[in-house]
């Protein structure tokens, strides 16, 4: 299994979801973040006095998927995230070891459903 987790701009997380749930991803979390670093926007930034910074309010979209969706699911965010800008977002892509769900006890691929 694979956990994605993509940070994206918040303009375009409809679509993004939109198309994974169209790609078959049955499973997500989004929570909203403030994104410190070198790829923000210089046309969509905010200044916080709180973390001394510029800063830009993204989402982070997290997926647990099987390994043979991962592919899929990284194209499917790529091309519904893109704008040619600055702080377009990123993708990581780590494995994951097991998963359990806390109803049934189902472990592995079986738990994500």
């Known amino acids: 299994m694979k956990e994605?987790?993509?940070?994206?701009?918040?303009?375009?997380?409809?679509?993004?979801v939109r198309a994974l749930k169209k790609a078959g991803a049955a499973n997500m979390n989004i929570i909203h973040v403030q994104a410190l670093g070198g790829e923000i926007d210089p046309?969509?930034?905010?200044?916080?006095?709180e973390l001394v910074s510029e800063y830009a309010e993204v989402v982070k979209?997290?997926?647990?998927?099987?390994?043979?969706?991962?592919?899929?699911?990284v194209k499917v965010i790529k091309e519904n995230s893109h704008t040619g800008r600055p702080g377009d977002g990123?993708?990581?892509?780590?494995?994951?070891?097991?998963?359990?769900?806390?109803r049934?006890?189902?472990?592995?691929?079986?738990?994500?459903a």
Do not use: M, Q
């Open 4 to 16: 994605l987790k993509a940070y994206i701009r918040i303009s375009r997380i409809d679509e993004v």
């Open 43 to 49: 046309k969509d930034f905010k200044l916080s006095f």
């Open 61 to 73: 979209l997290e997926l647990v998927c099987s390994d043979a969706d991962a592919p899929k699911f």
């Open 90 to 102: 990123i993708i990581f892509i780590t494995r994951v070891e097991n998963a359990v769900k806390i």
């Open 104 to 112: 049934t006890g189902e472990n592995g691929e079986g738990a994500l």
